[in-house]
């Protein structure tokens, strides 16, 4: 195997392009047999091997500086720079994360697993090096319809000024995770059509030199490119056109389904689709689709992953008109939502925890200073294992804390349909509802409550001397919570289900003092700023004992649930355990 000959970038530099060619097709075999037995993203990776053979074939990494925007496509360039290891062991599949990491290797700049930010990097790095008067290569890499992100606009209009080198390595393999959205993609396929030369070309337009390259993944046209802008003096983009999914027939002709993953994937490639039970997804599309035909004012929008809420392809064509994808970029989205509800529409938008916070000012000032009556479903907010870049733990205390906005955590189906129905119709208030990440739960009966009184907390069951408030999906885990106090302290527990994570129940709480002495919080997040400070700021004055349960404010990386679980006390054992020791003090 070439491989065998590569452990460095500097190993690369002694062979041919034939034996590149080689290599290409080893990384590949590499990247599909590691993402099919572990997951991961492998359309965009499969995509970029030949531009990053040729990156650290004429540039001299770490001396030369690679910013890579979102790092998923930077399994090539980990397999280059000595962490070959991590694709060739199974064992040491896990060993490295699925994006550029500083502490793995002194080739990888930043930690980096959002979107749109190379640039912005780029041009710090470049003008921090100008300052100290050194002459390293400054290299973005960005695509994937990463250029929709209003960063991404914001770090070219400041790149195309420095007056020094920044080269701006522009990926267009013509998609995003979905098919891409905006104008700037129909200037990307003129220059495709006209080979580079189109007098409309809107890098030119704002200061850069710009260099195209028909097939980036042609290593010998990727080195002559690559080598005629190095050691440039002024900024300059390479637009490279590249195959997403090169490699990999099914990837190839399946781009949006095969930018990520899951473990096992192409093994199921042959076999016959099974009908996904009902679960939260399958709800809500099916809601939107219902709501549409009735009322031509609804319209649903995301962000660039319409395949984390379920938007298929069939979805999408249904939903026509009434269904806007913005690309990636979340702080549009909240303001484009936000004028559309004020104007008279119904819409609803879905994002994914971790990016919504990219658009906090958007919330404040764009949305919640302006009451608009949004319907915003937040998906796969909780503690898990994911890796430090896509955390969704940190949704509650950034929306929750924002005035106007009203926040709900539904625990069963029946509460969630009540919620959503209501947010699309009410005209008064910013909603956002955190779409339960567990396994679908109905109760099989319909919830009445009137959501339009605020912060009315439900008892669920009545007890006493311990009051257990079971938020949104840890409300199965108060319920087992209950059970073990009663089996262990011999103490019927209260039971409540909060459904507001924006306001406290004052009523409600007040009553407890009556004949309780103890309040757990459960809540699927971060503490710090979360639902369950809110409780304890109630009861800050009084002789009511509180402990919050959730997350600790950390940026965990691939730290397995069970782990997280018990490291913050969220099992019924570690909590009864908790128990015993505030009321032994209390007592």
């Not at 770490?62 to 790092?71: E, G, L, M, T, Y």
């Not at 890098?203 to 490119?225: C, H, P, R, T």
């Not at 195959?243 to 095969?258: H, S, T």
Request: proline fraction near 3%.
């Amino acid at each position: 195997m070439i491989l065998d000959k590569v452990n460095l970038p500097c190993d690369l530099k002694c062979l041919s392009i034939d034996e590149m060619n080689l290599l290409a097709g080893e990384i590949r075999e590499l990247i599909i047999k590691k993402v099919n037995a572990i997951g991961g993203h492998m359309a965009p990776n499969l995509g970029i091997v030949e531009t990053t053979i040729a990156m650290h074939y004429v540039f001299n990494s770490p001396v030369d500086k690679f910013i890579f925007d979102v790092s998923h496509q930077c399994y090539p360039h980990k397999i280059l720079t000595g962490r070959k290891d991590g694709f060739t062991v199974p064992e040491n599949y896990l060993k490295y994360t699925g994006y550029t990491a500083p502490e793995e290797s002194l080739h990888d700049l930043f930690k980096i697993g959002h979107t749109s930010t190379s640039v912005s990097l780029a041009v710090g790095v470049a003008k921090a090096r100008d300052l100290q008067n050194r002459k390293e290569n400054v290299i973005a890499l960005i695509g994937d319809g990463s250029l929709t992100g209003g960063e991404a606009m914001e770090g070219l209009n400041n790149a195309a000024c420095l007056g020094s080198n920044i080269i701006i390595i522009v990926n267009d393999n013509d998609m995003s995770i979905a098919e891409n959205h905006g104008g700037i993609y129909k200037n990307l396929k003129l220059l495709r059509d006209t080979n580079g030369t189109a007098d409309c070309n809107f890098f030119k337009s704002i200061g850069f030199d710009y260099l195209y390259v028909d097939d980036g993944n042609n290593i010998e046209k990727m080195i002559k490119a690559l080598e005629k802008v190095k050691d440039s003096t002024h900024p300059v983009v390479v637009h490279i056109n590249t195959l997403k999914g090169k490699g990999l027939e099914v990837a190839e002709n399946n781009k949006e389904a095969f930018h990520w993953i899951l473990p096992g994937t192409l093994d199921k490639k042959d076999e016959k689709v099974v009908q996904n039970t009902e679960d939260y997804t399958s709800l809500t599309t099916n809601y939107m689709l219902k709501k549409a035909k009735e009322d031509s004012s609804f319209i649903v929008v995301n962000a660039a992953t319409p395949g984390v809420f379920g938007f298929s392809k069939e979805f999408r064509t249904k939903m026509d008109k009434q269904y806007t994808d913005v690309g990636i970029a979340e702080e549009h989205a909240v303001a484009y939502t936000s004028a559309l509800a004020k104007m008279g529409a119904k819409p609803i938008f879905a994002v994914m925890s971790s990016f919504i916070q990219r658009a906090y000012d958007q919330l404040s000032q764009d949305l919640c200073l302006n009451s608009s009556p949004v319907t915003m479903l937040v998906y796969w907010g909780g503690i898990s294992n994911a890796d430090a870049t896509h955390l969704c733990v940190f949704d509650i205390p950034l929306i929750s804390n924002i005035p106007n906005m009203v926040y709900l955590a539904p625990t069963c189906k029946e509460e969630y349909l009540s919620m959503l129905d209501w947010a699309v119709n009410q005209t008064r208030y910013p909603v956002a509802i955190r779409v339960p990440s567990c396994e679908l739960i109905s109760s099989g009966v319909n919830d009445n409550t009137d959501y339009s009184i605020l912060n009315k907390y439900e008892i669920k069951e009545k007890g006493e001397e311990i009051a257990i408030l079971g938020l949104g999906s840890f409300f199965g885990l108060a319920q087992t919570l209950k059970d073990e106090i009663k089996k262990t302290l011999s103490i019927n527990a209260t039971l409540i289900n909060p459904k507001f994570i924006t306001g406290i129940d004052s009523e409600l709480l007040e009553n407890l003092k009556s004949n309780h002495s103890l309040v757990i919080t459960l809540e699927d997040g971060v503490l710090d700023g979360g639902f369950g400070e809110k409780i304890s700021r109630f009861y800050s004055n009084s002789d009511m004992k509180v402990i919050n349960y959730g997350a600790m404010k950390e940026f965990t990386d691939r730290v397995s649930l069970k782990e997280l679980y018990q490291r913050y006390h969220l099992t019924k054992e570690l909590i009864v355990s908790d128990i015993q020791k505030i009321l032994q003090k209390v007592r």
